[in-house]
């Protein structure tokens, strides 16, 4: 009886009131539930907001703004807000925040050279018409974790690129035959024009047998004139000592690479997997005389007829001229030259 009759009496509450009142709560409650729409993270309110609410605030009754969910002391907070920003004094302009394209260019600067420091990229800016403090080159490389040149070192990538014109690349990889029986090759690569050469096929390979294919590869290499500086190679019991000695009689360094790190060595490794995505994989091998007649073949097709994408833009095979610019040919006049039974394929223009 006592809710019925509190229910009645908001009722008759109601028919007292102004057509203008309600419709002012009508619109608070529609704002509201705007507000509270909001789920992204949680209801948020603007500046709009906060304006429409306050406004309607003022047009309600005095019991109802205390049933909103903005109360009366957040409306006074907002305006005390408002008050304390019109009456902030301005902060005094200091140093103007260099632009994101000059801090790129000082870590790129860090990056690329691992010997400057900060006084010496200051000092670089200067000509390219930039000033810049020391402190705010600091600053910049902490913010990027880039060490000082104590402690940054070359890398293995700045290495092979800074010796990629003197520098080979040895390593092995086997396949099985039908007979599942494992043949290992042998083979070396050069790192600036991706040449390959097979130094031969073994189903035993040993110490002596690898040392032997060194001295064979260091008189090709001296009658050809082809001047290497560095060799890079795994830690493979069959690489002796008499093999790093053959090619330290002709001035090539052998570098080592690290424990189970194959990336150290990854021209080398890429080759194995083109040769076995590209050939082995696709035939059965029958034996020793095969397997080298077949990779005979695809290392001719791939010093002379495929692209490299690490040649450049160019897409060169490493035997192709660079000099060279090849003139467009009709589709009509192009042949085809078909290797290892047509599993390789080369497209040339007819003559």
């Known amino acids: 009886m006592y809710e019925i009759l509190v229910q009645v009496l908001s009722w008759l509450t109601l028919l007292a009131r102004s057509s203008a009142s309600k419709d002012a709560e009508i619109l608070a409650l529609r704002h509201e539930v705007a507000v509270l729409r909001r789920t992204s993270p949680r209801p948020q309110l603007d500046w709009t907001d906060r304006a429409v609410l306050a406004a309607?605030?003022?047009?309600?009754?005095?019991?109802?703004?205390?049933?909103?969910?903005?109360?009366?002391?957040?409306?006074?907070?907002?305006?005390?807000?408002?008050?304390a920003e019109n009456w902030r004094q301005p902060k005094p302009p200091g140093r103007p925040p260099l632009s994101d394209e000059i801090t790129a260019l000082i870590a790129r600067l860090a990056r690329?050279?691992?010997?400057?420091?900060?006084?010496?990229?200051?000092?670089?800016?200067?000509?390219?018409?930039?000033?810049?403090?020391?402190?705010?080159?600091?600053?910049?490389?902490?913010?990027?974790?880039?060490?000082?040149?104590?402690?940054?070192?070359?890398?293995w990538r700045t290495f092979l690129?800074?010796?990629?014109?003197?520098?080979?690349?040895?390593?092995?990889?086997?396949?099985?035959?039908?007979?599942?029986?494992?043949?290992y090759a042998a083979f070396v690569i050069e790192h600036r024009t991706r040449r390959v050469h097979v130094l031969g096929v073994t189903d035993h390979p040993t110490g002596a047998w690898v040392t032997q294919l060194a001295r064979n590869l260091a008189a090709d290499l001296e009658s050809a004139?082809?001047?290497?500086?560095?060799?890079?190679?795994?830690?493979?019991?069959?690489?002796?000592?008499?093999?790093?000695?053959?090619f330290a009689s002709i001035g090539v360094d052998v570098v080592l690479t690290a424990p189970q790190a194959p990336r150290m060595n990854a021209i080398a490794e890429r080759w194995i997997s083109s040769v076995r995505s590209e050939c082995t994989d696709r035939i059965l091998i029958t034996g020793r005389r095969h397997l080298r007649d077949v990779l005979d073949a695809y290392v001719e097709h791939y010093n002379a007829g495929r692209s490299h994408q690490a040649r450049g833009v160019g897409l060169r095979a490493p035997d192709d001229d660079p000099n060279v610019v090849p003139l467009p040919t009709t589709p009509n006049r192009i042949k085809r030259r078909q290797r290892l039974g047509g599993l390789l394929n080369e497209y040339q223009p007819a003559a």
């Not at 060799?231 to 002796?240: C, G, Q």
């Open 161 to 183: 690129r800074a010796q990629a014109d003197g520098l080979l690349a040895v390593d092995f990889f086997h396949v099985d035959t039908v007979t599942l029986k494992r043949l």
């Open 225 to 246: 004139g082809h001047r290497f500086t560095h060799l890079v190679r795994d830690r493979d019991a069959k690489f002796t000592v008499a093999f790093d000695a053959v």
């Open 56 to 83: 309607l605030s003022r047009l309600l009754p005095k019991p109802l703004r205390a049933c909103r969910i903005v109360t009366p002391a957040t409306v006074l907070r907002w305006h005390r807000r408002l008050v």
């Open 112 to 155: 690329e050279n691992r010997t400057w420091g900060v006084v010496r990229i200051q000092g670089e800016l200067r000509p390219l018409g930039h000033r810049v403090a020391a402190s705010t080159i600091r600053r910049i490389l902490r913010s990027h974790r880039i060490p000082p040149p104590s402690r940054r070192g070359d890398t």
